[in-house]
């Protein structure tokens, strides 16, 4: 909701402008510091089991990739239904999103170090004493996942800074905020079907095919339902961070909680909507190439962690988003947004790692899927973390905290739930 006033709308430019001297100024060098140290520390705690590294390696990149991610999605669905109530917090995702550049170089170290540590499917001995490899191998071959990553990684770096240059070089004027948002609105269409493509297919590649003789045409929109639950708690946590510090006040508002809480609970749905039906189908087919996916997360030391996925992405986040309240108080906004950010730590955990377990079963003796967790996980994901703050915090303190060029701001700022 907006009014018509007189005036040209101006916000405050101690709200909207991060000053120098500000420890938010200062996040980018710790930020790199964080990164080398915590993956220099990951690759020496590893002490030369390359598959312990580059297991932890995954989970992190792709926890971090999901917040990426789920920052173009934000940015381009709301330019595509002309969404007014998120532009004050739209430049918060599209900081998020601009960190895909970046993410895009920490993914090429999977591709040509990681690989073969990771996918079995790149050994081709094996591939060829495996039926079902053997039959999967015009798409589950090393030069055409080169080449496909290399598309995914074109594409999301050119959307990002695409719709990235558009919002920030329209900032302080109207007119080119104008254009800007006619141009954003209309490669909006074209960008999301280009998105919805290339996470889907990357989830494939960098995920499904860890497991290469299982197989699941629900899994891109799985990974896709945790990154939207990402960013949406991504951008709650920092807007009550920067409100902290003093920024954003009277521009960011209770009301933008309220939606960023249903944006919350209403993706929490989505998600088990989406996690359960993959399940259901699969085990109702009861195929025992499909079966055997499910099979080993449900063994021995994994039952546990399956069971706080399902306490952790359903239960406890639908129950404690259902009160109005609970979505407009920025304290317990922020405890669902961590949970939720932790429990997709979780989630990728639970996707990559049994299969190391499972491989490590196969050569013991007693057969038991171990899980284990130790420093060069942690460590791992300290440092995919520190880059991706690297890059996020550099962009937040690069241009303004909101588009001030854009011709609805005034709308955002004044927007009210009814």
Known sequence: MSHAHDKP????????????????????????????????????????????????????????????????FFVIVQHLVRAGWSIAVRRIAENAMITLPVMCLLGLPIIFLGAHDLYHWTDVAAVEHDFMLNAKKGYLNETSFLYRMITYFVVWTGLSVFFYAKSTGSDGNPEAGMRAAHSMRFWAAPAVALFALSLTFAAFDLLMSLDPHWFSTMFGVYYFAGSALTIFSFISLVVVLLHKSGYLRGVVTTEHYHDLGKFLFGFTVFYT???????????????????MWFGYRIADDFLPLTFLLVAGRFFIPFFFLLRRGVKRNAFTLTLAAVWILF????????????VLAHHHAQESADHVMRMHIGPVDFLALLGIAGVFITGFTWALGRKALVPTGDPRIEESVRFENF
């Open 9 to 72: 709308f101006v916000l405050p430019a101690d709200q909207i402008h991060i000053p120098a001297g500000s420890m938010w100024r200062k996040m980018p060098i710790i930020g790199l510091v964080l990164g080398a140290g915590g993956l220099g520390g990951a690759w020496a705690t590893a002490h030369g089991d390359t598959h312990a590294f580059w297991y932890a390696y995954l989970v992190a990149y792709m926890v971090f990739l999901a917040v990426a991610l789920g920052g173009l």
């Open 273 to 291: 909507y989406i996690a359960f039906s993959q399940y259901f189908l699969i085990w109702y087919a009861n195929i025992p190439e499909e079966t």
């Open 343 to 354: 429990m997709q730590v979780v989630d990728m955990y639970w996707l990559v790692q049994p």
